[in-house]
């Protein structure tokens, strides 16, 4: 009986209500030449998650919480300032004009396991480091940070994959449920609960 009732899991981080949010992507230079718009559909698909969440689920994390910059505007700005690149996050976030920016680095990413690099088996791994500026008052700060936080897609397929998915079907299914669990982290939702839970 347990096991078909979904677990209620609390937000990470709870400094998102009532505050205007935005998301930056920064993609490892040797990801981004193999998937070049990793970025933005990484920026867009939390964001969409965080609006959707927001509009169904009503959760009181994200309650009066806007989010006016868009994943194109985002990308723009990081185009027209390539310096930001190598200036600390807490000196880029007030330029983006919003009190909370989540800040999402992707640090690894592959369509096949290690074991399937030669072959026709695709497993998609996506590691990223995750931190909220929090911008009140004209001081900036990290409110949350949360390294290596990984996905692997599909989730339950053997550690040297599956066939027949192809390296564009794993990039979005990857991208999707790294920016569910993303999205996950600033609101209470429901989970499948894992065997023995």
Do not use: C
């Not at 935005?22 to 965080?50: E, F, H, N």
């Not at 927001?54 to 194109?72: C, H, I, N």
């Not at 700060?141 to 936080?149: A, F, I």
């Not at 449920?177 to 429901?190: G, I, N, P, S, V």
């Amino acid at each position: 009986m347990a096991q078909a009732l979904p677990k209620i899991v609390p937000a990470a981080y709870k400094g998102l209500k009532g505050k205007d949010v935005a998301v930056m992507v920064w993609t490892d230079s040797a990801i981004s030449v193999d998937w070049p718009a990793m970025s933005i559909d990484v920026g867009a698909g939390v964001r969409k998650k965080l609006l959707a969440g927001q509009a169904e689920d009503k959760p009181d994390d994200l309650d009066g919480t806007t989010f006016p910059v868009t994943p194109q505007s985002i990308a723009k700005f990081q185009m027209d300032h390539p310096e930001a690149e190598l200036s600390p996050i807490t000196q880029i976030a007030p330029q983006v004009g919003v009190k909370r920016l989540i800040y999402i680095e992707i640090v690894g990413f592959q369509t096949r396991s290690d074991m399937g690099v030669n072959t026709d088996l695709y497993r998609g791994k996506l590691t990223a480091n995750l931190k909220v500026i929090e911008y009140e008052n004209g001081q900036t700060k990290v409110g949350y940070e949360e390294n290596h936080v990984t996905v692997n897609f599909p989730k339950k397929s053997p550690t040297d994959g599956v066939s027949g998915l192809g390296d564009i079907r794993t990039y979005v299914g990857t991208v999707d449920a790294f920016t569910t669990l993303t999205a996950w982290r600033f609101y209470k939702h429901e989970e499948e609960r894992e065997p023995g839970e």
